[in-house]
């Protein structure tokens, strides 16, 4: 079974810095891609940011690009999400997922071939 679960979210001031974190176990992160994506009140999932499971290939969406930073931290068994110049609008509920035999972009997108979600964090941006 495969198990995914977030950490790290919170209430944070416009213009400020979260960190997200995507706990799993090695075989999930040496074999499957992670992804996070967000649901904000009233609107659709939208995925955010995604990461290959080899050679560590990042895809943004348009509306983080330049801000928020995806990477992976092996000793920690963990993907994670650095989010700088936080917007209010950037508040949602934040999930990581799992995917393989697909691309990042499609996985992203399209949530293609996406085999597991975690239970979410809730981020806030709010003064």
């Known amino acids: 079974q495969l198990q995914l679960v977030e950490s790290g979210g919170g209430l944070v001031q416009p213009g400020g810095s979260l960190r997200l974190s995507c706990s799993a176990s090695?075989?999930?992160?040496?074999?499957?891609?992670i992804g996070w994506f967000r649901q904000a009140p009233g609107k659709e999932r939208e995925g955010i940011s995604c990461?290959?499971?080899?050679?560590?290939?990042?895809y943004y969406a348009d509306s983080v690009k330049g801000r928020f930073t995806i990477s992976r931290d092996s000793p920690e068994n963990a993907v994670s999400l650095q989010m700088n110049s936080l917007k209010p609008e950037d508040t949602a509920v934040y999930y990581c997922?799992?995917?393989?035999?697909?691309?990042?972009?499609?996985?992203?997108?399209?949530?293609?071939?996406?085999?597991?979600w975690g239970k979410g964090t809730l981020v806030t941006v709010s003064s």
């Open positions: 090695a075989y999930i992160l040496d074999n499957y891609h």
């Open positions: 990461i290959s499971s080899i050679g560590n290939y990042t």
């Open positions: 997922a799992a995917a393989q035999l697909t691309t990042i972009r499609e996985m992203c997108i399209l949530e293609n071939e996406i085999r597991a």
